[in-house]
């Protein structure tokens, strides 16, 4: 905007020149004008604020409430949950955020969607955070992409591969920022890892163990009451009837995650569950985030003792218990790295604490999971853990759940995403239902 002595016009002296046009004054709040609050930050603009809308807001949701509101860049603006009373409980821990954060502003009523297009409809909203069971990820995040939101969407990503591959179909398509919840990614000891890993440290990478925990059975729970306040239908979307089991979707007194993980037809159990977070660290370690291992074997097959995967460089990584739970072993020519959450230990001490100097390689530097995806938005780049990387994070563990459950040796193209096999690769997808599935 220019004045007319065709000077521009900064920010400050259009507001003043807009009010005096008026013929009066415009109280403008201090945020808008810049500057720092009294604790020293600076203030953000209404217009800079990114507006989300949380699908799913259960246990896992509420603490990406918090953490999204903590970053001081966010304003919850709609929520989508099919049990009320989970619904009723993240705003109440929304509305304690405000009252001990003066800085984040006023508490606005938040409206509340059983059905999630519905706040997919609304202009106001920027980017959706999903953190609905694993078997609705991906007709969320299709939809979501759709509608023009960017998306943060809970690990694992996928249910099933052909699932995992639509939802970075969809991003790409619609030019969608997409950050996969794995902010493990976000964390020094893994980054330190793969630092480490990729400049050598170890030598050169033999073999790999990672300690995660089983396969997912069949659903077989016993019928129970459904809760007032819950539209089950609804929770199960995409999926066929069963009967409802409140190790589905837990009452709100209960601050546990729930047990659908453990079921075939909403989880990959612990395989998926932690091997989402752990499976990702060794595809990151390896420089391997746009592809994949070339080989699958079930236990006892082969002669492997354990599920054994094998890489085109000739690593194998099996799926075994050692002495740390939810954790990770890289052995090498020169040493062994043993990692899990903020624990790091080399058979070269020195290693743990090594600064990887300015000419070494180095990974993308996250420090904080949920800035760096609103960075992204800001800057319409790659986030840390782009769709691509939490769907090839996600089939790690999918087809390792194949092998299980075929209990067969399989050949597997990363770059054509099948099987040598047929009776695997009818595995790779699933039957979803008219009204909530999506095309696969």
Known sequence: MKDSSNKPLQRREFLAQASLALGSFIIVPRHVLGGKKPDGSAYLAPSDVINLGFIGTGKQGKGL???????????????????????????DRVKDIYTKNPALGKYADIPVYQDFRELLALKNVDAVIIASPDHWHAAMSVRAAAAGKDIYCEKPLSLTVKEGRAMVNAARKYKRVFQTGSMQRSWPEFRQTAELIRNGYIGE??????NVGPPPIAYDLGAEEIPTGLDFTKWLGPNAPVAFNSELAPPISKDVFPNWRKYKEFGGGGMTDWGAHMFDIVQWSLDMDGSGPVKVAAPKSQGNEFLTYTYANGITMTHQPWEWNNAIEFVGTEGTLRVQRKKLETSKPELKDRVIGPNEKHVYKSENHYDDFIK??????????????GHRTASICNIGNIAYATNKSLEWNPKTEKFNDAQANALLGRSMNAEWGIKL
């Open 376 to 389: 992204a938005i800001r800057d319409r780049s790659m986030p840390i853990c782009d769709v691509e990387i």
């Open 65 to 91: 409430g918090s953490s999204f509101l903590n970053t001081g860049q966010v304003r919850i603006q709609a929520i989508s949950e099919v049990y009320q009373a989970k619904a009723n409980g993240f705003i």
């Open 205 to 210: 990478v033999k073999s790999i163990k990672v």
